[in-house]
Protein backbone atom coordinates (compact mmCIF):
# COMPACT_ATOMS: atom_id res chain seq x y z
CA UNK A 1 0.00 0.00 0.00
CA UNK A 2 1.30 3.07 -0.86
CA UNK A 3 0.60 6.61 1.23
CA UNK A 4 0.24 9.90 -0.18
CA UNK A 5 0.70 13.60 2.07
CA UNK A 6 0.16 16.74 0.58
CA UNK A 7 1.95 19.67 1.91
CA UNK A 8 2.14 23.46 0.87
CA UNK A 9 -1.41 24.46 0.84
CA UNK A 10 -2.53 28.35 2.16
CA UNK A 11 -4.33 31.25 1.78
CA UNK A 12 -3.03 33.67 -0.67
CA UNK A 13 -4.16 36.69 -2.85
CA UNK A 14 -4.56 36.67 -6.43
CA UNK A 15 -1.35 36.80 -8.27
CA UNK A 16 0.66 34.88 -5.97
CA UNK A 17 2.59 31.79 -5.79
CA UNK A 18 2.49 28.62 -4.41
CA UNK A 19 3.98 25.08 -4.25
CA UNK A 20 2.57 22.06 -3.18
CA UNK A 21 3.91 18.87 -2.69
CA UNK A 22 2.99 15.21 -2.71
CA UNK A 23 4.80 12.82 -0.63
CA UNK A 24 5.11 9.48 -1.19
CA UNK A 25 5.97 6.66 1.28
CA UNK A 26 5.53 2.87 1.91
CA UNK A 27 4.99 0.29 -1.34
CA UNK A 28 6.10 3.14 -3.83
CA UNK A 29 6.85 0.24 -6.30
CA UNK A 30 2.99 -0.73 -6.97
CA UNK A 31 1.49 2.70 -7.51
CA UNK A 32 2.96 5.66 -8.62
CA UNK A 33 1.54 9.34 -7.77
CA UNK A 34 1.60 11.21 -10.71
CA UNK A 35 -1.24 13.53 -10.80
CA UNK A 36 -3.18 16.65 -9.03
CA UNK A 37 -6.59 16.70 -8.60
CA UNK A 38 -8.75 19.80 -7.31
CA UNK A 39 -12.34 19.61 -5.94
CA UNK A 40 -14.24 23.11 -4.68
CA UNK A 41 -17.09 23.24 -2.51
CA UNK A 42 -20.73 22.06 -4.49
CA UNK A 43 -17.85 20.96 -7.29
CA UNK A 44 -16.95 17.59 -8.85
CA UNK A 45 -13.33 16.36 -8.33
CA UNK A 46 -11.47 17.27 -11.12
CA UNK A 47 -8.20 16.52 -12.76
CA UNK A 48 -5.73 19.60 -12.53
CA UNK A 49 -2.58 18.39 -14.06
CA UNK A 50 -0.53 14.38 -14.50
CA UNK A 51 2.32 13.60 -15.42
CA UNK A 52 4.01 9.75 -16.24
CA UNK A 53 6.52 8.23 -14.44
CA UNK A 54 9.09 9.78 -16.33
CA UNK A 55 8.47 12.88 -16.09
CA UNK A 56 8.36 13.47 -19.57
CA UNK A 57 4.95 13.61 -20.60
CA UNK A 58 2.23 15.97 -18.72
CA UNK A 59 -1.04 16.92 -18.96
CA UNK A 60 -2.87 20.05 -17.70
CA UNK A 61 -7.08 21.73 -17.36
CA UNK A 62 -7.32 24.37 -19.43
CA UNK A 63 -8.18 26.07 -16.78
CA UNK A 64 -4.48 26.15 -15.66
CA UNK A 65 -2.17 26.00 -18.56
CA UNK A 66 0.31 28.63 -18.65
CA UNK A 67 0.48 28.70 -15.43
CA UNK A 68 0.44 25.22 -13.54
CA UNK A 69 3.64 23.36 -13.48
CA UNK A 70 3.71 19.28 -12.65
CA UNK A 71 7.09 18.05 -11.63
CA UNK A 72 8.42 15.01 -10.04
CA UNK A 73 11.46 13.72 -8.30
CA UNK A 74 10.93 10.14 -8.37
CA UNK A 75 14.46 9.30 -6.00
CA UNK A 76 12.26 11.32 -3.49
CA UNK A 77 9.63 9.69 -4.24
CA UNK A 78 7.56 13.34 -4.62
CA UNK A 79 5.64 15.12 -6.76
CA UNK A 80 5.15 18.74 -6.80
CA UNK A 81 2.16 21.19 -8.41
CA UNK A 82 4.29 24.79 -9.11
CA UNK A 83 1.11 26.92 -9.50
CA UNK A 84 1.26 30.76 -10.34
CA UNK A 85 -0.49 33.74 -10.93
CA UNK A 86 -3.36 32.20 -8.96
CA UNK A 87 -7.03 32.98 -9.13
CA UNK A 88 -9.89 32.88 -6.44
CA UNK A 89 -11.29 30.29 -8.99
CA UNK A 90 -8.41 27.93 -7.98
CA UNK A 91 -9.67 28.28 -4.41
CA UNK A 92 -10.27 24.36 -3.65
CA UNK A 93 -8.99 21.46 -2.27
CA UNK A 94 -6.09 19.74 -3.32
CA UNK A 95 -5.58 15.89 -3.75
CA UNK A 96 -2.61 14.12 -5.16
CA UNK A 97 -2.93 10.57 -6.39
CA UNK A 98 -1.31 7.80 -7.16
CA UNK A 99 -2.19 5.12 -10.24
CA UNK A 100 -0.48 1.80 -10.99
CA UNK A 101 -0.02 2.45 -14.95
CA UNK A 102 2.83 3.88 -15.62
CA UNK A 103 1.97 6.08 -18.25
CA UNK A 104 0.15 9.43 -18.43
CA UNK A 105 -3.52 8.82 -17.09
CA UNK A 106 -6.14 11.31 -17.04
CA UNK A 107 -8.97 9.09 -16.14
CA UNK A 108 -10.05 9.45 -12.19
CA UNK A 109 -10.91 5.43 -12.45
CA UNK A 110 -7.24 4.82 -13.32
CA UNK A 111 -5.94 6.57 -9.59
CA UNK A 112 -6.32 4.25 -6.59
CA UNK A 113 -4.40 5.89 -4.06
CA UNK A 114 -5.02 9.68 -2.76
CA UNK A 115 -3.28 11.86 -0.22
CA UNK A 116 -6.08 13.75 2.33
CA UNK A 117 -5.39 16.77 0.43
CA UNK A 118 -4.64 20.48 1.56
CA UNK A 119 -6.39 23.56 1.21
CA UNK A 120 -5.92 26.27 -1.30
CA UNK A 121 -7.56 29.47 -0.82
CA UNK A 122 -7.05 32.78 -2.83
CA UNK A 123 -8.73 35.70 -2.14
CA UNK A 124 -9.13 38.58 -4.74
Known amino acids: QVQLVESGGGLLQAGDSLRLSCAASGRTFTSYPKAWFRQAPGKERELVAA????????YYADSVKGRFTISRDNAKNLVYLQMNSLKPEDTAVYYC?????????????????WGQGTQVTVSS
Open 51 to 58: TNLSGGRT
Open 97 to 113: AASRRLGLVTAVEQYDT
